[in-house]
């Protein structure tokens, strides 16, 4: 065989290889196709999904018990992916999340919102496993459960959710990702990182219970507008609190009010009735 010979199979083997590599990437990835992760391009994919619909995807609990996303409508609910044998991002991005649940249902109440935790590696994180790995993590707050699914369901739900991961010789590359659904499975907000601030997750919480969907002339509307305007952040404390202050603001400017317009309303009373007396006379 002659070195052009040579050269020729070598140049056609790489054209084969290059086909191929995309597809393998492809197959085993939520999102864009790629062998290193791409922050920017991650980012784009993921707030495109915003305003998704959520399919009524099914899961299995840690007791092997079905559950169904639609389960879960009539409360915003908090969607967080990830792998039971990750080591390090994974476990520090659900210790960052209970920190910010916990102030969210200390803020909102317990009951006004849901979470759960899904496990994306669908050969390993079996029901048994994603409940050591909530126990691991020392997760005992209401309303969370850690769920299982199969491998078609992880791979629509991560695309609907705007997750991207593929599988890389470490486990796997992730996006750091937290989503918020609404009330009606709509995907609503987005947080990122290992490590966020409480009122990334709680302040979209607080538009979706007190600020959406409520009559604002019936009691309910009018408490929970009181909630979403007096709850708020203290960073010295790290904490959610209610600022009276506020409250009490709201309620002198309403006497106020209320003493101006029955000055006014005495006014004019006055005025009308001494037309009405100099016309007798």
């Known amino acids: 065989m002659t070195v052009r010979a040579i050269l ?3 140049m056609a083997m790489l054209a084969m290889t ?3 590599l995309p597809r393998a990437t492809a ?3 939520s999102g864009p196709a790629t062998t290193i992760l791409d922050e920017q391009g991650a980012l784009a994919f993921s707030q495109a999904a915003l305003g998704t619909q959520i399919e009524n995807y099914r899961f299995v609990d840690g007791d092997g018990k079905t559950v169904h996303l639609a ?3 009539g409360k915003p609910l908090i969607v967080n992916l990830v792998y039971t044998a990750c080591i390090r991002s994974c476990p520090v991005i659900v210790q960052t999340l209970n920190d910010a649940v916990a102030d969210a249902q200390g ?3 317990a009951d006004r919102f849901n979470i759960i935790t899904v496990g994306f590696d669908t050969r390993s994180d079996t029901p048994d496993r994603m409940r050591s790995f909530a126990r691991s993590q020392g997760i005992n707050l209401p309303n969370w459960r850690f769920l299982s699914s199969d491998g078609r369901t992880i791979e629509r739900l991560a695309k609907q959710l705007g997750f991207v991961y593929y599988a890389s010789a470490e486990g796997f590359q992730h ?3 937290v989503s918020i659904l609404d009330s009606q499975g709509v995907l609503y907000r987005q947080v990122y990182g ?3 601030d409480s009122p990334f997750l709680v302040e979209p919480l607080k538009d979706l219970v007190f600020g959406r969907n409520s009559d604002p002339l019936s009691v309910e509307g009018l408490v929970n507008r009181l909630r979403l305007f007096c709850t708020l952040y203290d960073p010295a404390a790290q904490r959610y609190r209610f ?3 506020v409250f009490i603001g709201l309620t002198i400017g309403l006497a106020a009010l209320l003493i101006v317009g029955s000055v006014l309303v005495r006014n004019i009373w006055r005025r009308r009735n001494g037309v009405w007396l100099s016309i007798r006379h």
């Open 194 to 196: 290992e490590y966020f």
């Open 27 to 29: 197959a085993t990835s």
């Open 8 to 10: 020729t199979a070598g």
């Open 107 to 109: 803020a909102l109440d």
């Open 243 to 245: 600022d009276y202050s």
């Open 71 to 73: 389960d879960y409508r």
């Open 175 to 177: 996006l750091s990702q």
């Open 18 to 20: 290059a086909a191929v």
